[in-house]
């Protein structure tokens, strides 16, 4: 079989709404980069991962592992100080440190001095997986994504900190993905009166980013204009975890792609992956962590 994806266009829903690309993971050419003898791992991006909180350790665990599995160089992942050792027991290739939290178990905004550490070096920022919900980390998101100066992908409780005040998202640095599900969407301000191409479009234009809306046939709409919809994925990934996943993976493709293509690229292997867990595993028993065991095979064969 192959893998990788191919676009078809399709009719505009209306007004001057661009076509949508159909994208197929298994019928044409999903590239990523290959990897050449004389690189090392800093040629393969710098991650950093935000999340986690007490009670809510698998999130950023998750999202970790999976950004391993997607070929990131090397990917930092701070969790509040009260589960940091849980972390570190879970993670062997990334790297967990402990920031500041509150008596519950979450971070807070003196988190972000010790992140700070790690702006120079890291390309890309993924916030949100378990990371809760509270004054601090609503504060602690706003100041990552208005001082980050790499690229960043918001995802989980993130979208909830952003919702407070979406015109944040005008004020990132760099360039910007943040990757609701429907609920999340609607509370962001996002509209799916007019479909979820039209609704996607429209709030990526709006905010000057690039917006994944997920589910059945999740839609990538690029504020340029452009809009993907993945033509893959099955109710097998509606599980606790699959959005964490998707995280890393895109986070891990954004260190070594172009941001749209890398976008792109995540969802559809994504997808393809849960589509190869349904086949061997059925959709009641697969769960994300099988998506990432599944993960190297995929890109195994796109690069073959």
């Known amino acids: 079989m192959c893998f990788g994806f191919f676009s078809e266009r399709v009719k505009t829903v209306g007004g001057n709404m661009p076509e949508v690309q159909r994208v197929y993971w ?18 393969y991006g710098k991650l950093l991962i935000v999340g986690g909180s007490v009670g809510y350790t698998g999130a950023p665990n998750l999202c970790a592992r999976a950004a391993v599995r997607s070929g990131a160089g090397l990917v930092y992942l701070g969790v509040p100080e009260a589960i940091w050792s849980v972390c570190a027991v879970k993670n062997d290739e990334a790297m967990p440190f402990p920031l500041p939290c509150d008596d519950s178990g979450k971070l807070t905004a003196d988190a972000l001095s010790p992140l700070r550490e790690y702006f120079a070096r890291c390309g890309v920022l993924a916030l949100g997986p378990g990371l809760g ?7 602690l998101t ?10 960043i992908v918001l995802d989980a409780d993130a979208l909830w900190a952003v919702s407070l005040a979406p015109d944040i998202l005008r004020e990132a640095q760099g360039e910007i993905v943040v990757t609701p599900h429907e609920g999340e969407f609607l509370r962001l301000g996002g509209s799916l009166s007019d479909g979820r191409e039209r609704g996607a479009w429209d709030f990526a234009r709006r905010y000057g980013c690039i917006t994944v809306l997920k589910g059945h046939r999740t839609v990538i709409a690029h504020p340029a204009g452009r809009l993907y919809s993945i033509e893959a994925g099955n109710p097998g990934m509606a599980k606790g975890g699959s959005g964490d996943v998707l995280t890393g993976v895109a986070a891990a493709l954004l260190g070594q792609m172009e941001t749209e293509k890398a976008t792109v690229t995540a969802c559809a292997v994504h997808a393809a992956t849960g589509d190869e867990c349904a086949i061997e595993r059925g959709e009641y028993g697969m769960t994300p962590s099988d998506i990432i065991e599944e993960l190297p095979y995929i890109f195994k064969k796109i690069t073959e």
Request: charged residues 35%.
């Open 142 to 151: 706003a100041a990552l994504v208005r001082k980050f100066p790499g690229k």
């Open 26 to 43: 298994d019928r044409g050419g999903v590239s990523v980069p290959r990897r050449k003898p004389e690189t090392h791992k800093g040629d």
């Open 133 to 139: 919900r509270s004054d601090g980390t609503a504060a």
